[in-house]
Nanobody
Framework: QAQLVESGGGLVRSGESLTLSCVAS????????MGWYRQAPGQRVQVATI??????TYGNFVKGRFTISRDNAKNTIYLQMNSLKPEDRAVYYC????????WGQGTQVTVSP
């Protein structure tokens, strides 16, 4: 049974918005920080993280455009992405668990010029 399941990716135009969702198992959601990573051709990079008590961190390239949040009633984290750019095109992954060991399957985000 998958412990992290992402959804919400798609194709948008430059300047538009998308919201990604990640439903986590109860164990992961209630006990560990979670985060979003993305992978274009190359390595995965951290986009944003959120702790169990709601503290957030962001990658420098986000620059106020993205917001990570969590819904404790739904065991879900979100990534609200505004002002998307073509360079934001990537597969976005949810991550969490002990030692950050669990990954979701990924969701594709494509931004056209």
């Amino acid at each position: 049974q998958a412990q992290l399941v992402e959804s919400g990716g798609g194709l948008v135009r430059s300047g538009e918005s998308l919201t990604l969702s990640c439903v986590a198992s109860e164990d992961i959601f209630k006990n560990y920080a979670m985060g979003w990573y993305r992978q274009a051709p190359g390595q995965r990079v951290q986009v944003a993280t959120i702790s169990v008590d709601g503290r957030m961190t962001y990658g420098n390239f986000v620059k106020g455009r993205f917001t990570i949040s969590r819904d404790n009633a739904k065991n879900t984290i979100y990534l609200q992405m505004n002002s998307l750019k073509p360079e934001d095109r990537a597969v976005y992954y949810c991550r969490g668990g002990r030692n950050w060991s669990s990954w979701g399957q990924g969701t594709q985000v494509t931004v056209s010029p």
